[in-house]
């Protein structure tokens, strides 16, 4: 069993002066055994033993120790500079903090829009290096910017009981479409660890194919206000409604959204129980998209909820039209190890107009509504929601933990 390099460190130790004051005959003994020990080959295990720790005086006062597990640190010529790096700082928090493999396809792109809007002065060169730079460099480059948040939560999805036998069950093996219209719907609640009494909810829509997702907030889980939203998200799609598939709550599980989606044509199915992966495309958008937006304050008053959807119609502009999605291309299994690969980043937008099913007058209205768009305002116009709902949640919270009571802003 091979050492770690830790262990092989301290056993360089404990052995360099012992070897330095050996006779040959041993100094070759402990050289079979160490480099039996660390796998080390025989001249570097001979260099290692007799340089580290070694003490050479070069005056009276001034010893010099060696070390040789210490390593120089290399001084080459940077590609990119300090204007690069402030450019690409800049670009990368407006995109919403993106990993380099998302964020290089559409790079370009964002400092076309950026400038566009005169957003962001970069000279000719920079952009240029903007455009040659390297996902790898680009993570590289941003290390030290990057914060990792850990948020939490809880689910409080109560089952429908009724009609499961008129809905077929889908798993997320099932999910083949390869056109635009097919959806998995879910809701996320703002309850903050707190359900009870009504508190907001969020529709989440998912495309499957182009990963294209619209959001809406109610009041609460009732029937009535699902559907509500649902047709509100409904106009909003810039394609067909072809088909839902939802989990087996009771706010989706009904007879009104049934007959809905029997009258306009809709595959209408449901997923299992308990079983989160039968909608993993809606439920990792119920954390990139919703929980990253708004966190996990409880929300439960009128002027959040305002808040909430003004919100929610400048994220839908952002993340559908800037923010690139990564498909999985193809999985392989070696033994225990799976090996992924995927499709180079897009955004829905753009797998949108690739699609051969769109109908043109679908495609330029996409088009329009793009080239209106300035990315730069959109990240602005989000921040501010999210700072007045950040207000009002932690107003809320202290002014219970002061006085045990609930506050209401209406």
Known sequence: ???????????????????????KKIKGQILNWYIKTTGYNRCYASYLLTNHGKRVKLNDKLIIIGDVNKKIKRKGNKRYDKEVYLALRKIWYISGCLCGKRLKPILPELVSNLQKHQELEVRAWVAKQLEKISPATIDRMLKGERKKYILKGRTFTKPGSLLKHQIPIRTFADWNENKPGFTEIDLVGHESGNASGDFMQTLDMTDIYSGWTETQAVKNKAQIYVFEALMQIRKRLPMPLLGIDSDSGAEFINGHLLRFCKDNEITFTRA??????????????????????????????????KLLN???GYLRLYTNYFQP???????????????????????????????????????????KEYNMLSVGKLKRQIT???????????????????????????
């Open 310 to 312: 003004k919100l929610y």
């Open 325 to 367: 999605v990564m498909k999985l291309a193809k999985k392989t299994r070696i033994g225990s190890k799976v090996i992924k690969r995927y499709h180079v980043a897009k955004t829905p937008y753009a797998r949108l107009l690739q699609s051969k099913d769109l109908p043109d007058k679908y495609k330029n209205k996409l088009m």
């Open 272 to 305: 299992r129980p308990s079983r989160k992966n039968d909608n993993c495309y809606v439920e990792q958008k119920n954390y990139s998209i919703v929980r990253r937006a708004v966190g996990y304050y409880r929300y439960d008053t009128q002027l959040e909820l």
């Open 1 to 23: 069993m091979r050492l770690t390099m830790a262990e092989r460190k301290k056993v360089t130790s404990k052995l360099a002066n012992e070897y330095r004051s050996s006779k």
């Open 384 to 410: 501010k929601f999210q700072n007045n709902l950040a207000d009002i949640a932690e107003k809320k919270k202290r002014h219970e933990n002061t006085n045990g009571i609930k506050l209401s802003t209406q």
